[in-house]
Structures are given as C-alpha cells and as structure tokens.
C-alpha cells in the first residue's frame, strides 16, 4: 500500500506555468507507476500523463503533450507534473495515482492522492 499526497495547486493566469508534487508514503516507490488524472467540474476523470518505475517511459494524454511533463525523484519518493503554457481549460481538480502495472498510461490505478485544485483564468 502506499499513500499519496499532492500539492502545489492554485490560482493562475492563462499561458502561466505550475509545478504539482506528490509524495509518496509506505511501500517502495519504485514499485509502482505512477500518473497524474484530473476532473473538471461535470465532467469525468481523465488521464493526463503517467511515467513508469525508471522514469524512463512517459505516456501523455494529446491534449497536455508538448506542455506539460511528468517526473519523478525516487530517492525523494516524489512524482512532479511541470505544467506550462496553461489555458483555461486545464481548470480541474488534479489527482496522483500509483499502480504496480509495467506499463505506464491511462488505465486503471489503485492507489490515488486526495486531489489538489488548479483553476487557470483567461
């Protein structure tokens, strides 16, 4: 098991950058791939980007790729998403996940942060 913590989140203007963290509690953070979702208001969760055990296999979602970039510091148990040139439309409440899966992308994930808000006004 492992537990899940997010931070970072806020206020900012359009074409702004933000960086998210998660850290990490419990079992081995190697073991688990992680990713970060999000869920606007009325709207669904979706996958926005996920990173496998190494760090050496990324997976983004087409609406996020070329701005935002997911990483993790094992040694600090921490994943980071780096998120620039944001627009209007990346207003969602910001969940970390983690899974023992091999293969980072969107799927299912076992183990989820409480979620941290970023609202990007035009």
């Known amino acids: 098991q492992v537990q899940l913590v997010e931070a970072g989140g806020g206020l900012v203007q359009a074409g702004d950058s933000l960086r998210l963290s998660c850290a990490a509690s419990?079992?081995?953070?190697?073991?688990?791939?992680v990713g970060w979702f999000r869920q606007a208001p009325g709207k669904e969760r979706e996958f926005v980007a996920a990173?496998?055990?190494?760090?050496?296999?990324?997976y983004y979602a087409p609406s996020v790729k070329g701005r935002f970039t997911i990483s993790r510091d094992n040694a600090k148990s921490t994943v980071y998403l780096q998120m620039n040139s944001l627009k209007p439309e990346d207003t969602a409440v910001y969940y970390c996940?983690?899974?023992?899966?091999?293969?980072?992308?969107?799927?299912?994930?076992?183990?989820w942060g409480q979620g941290t808000q970023v609202t990007v006004s035009s």
């Open positions: 419990g079992r081995t953070f190697t073991r688990y791939t």
């Open positions: 990173l496998s055990r190494s760090g050496g296999s990324t």
């Open positions: 996940a983690a899974d023992t899966r091999l293969v980072a992308g969107p799927g299912k994930y076992d183990f």
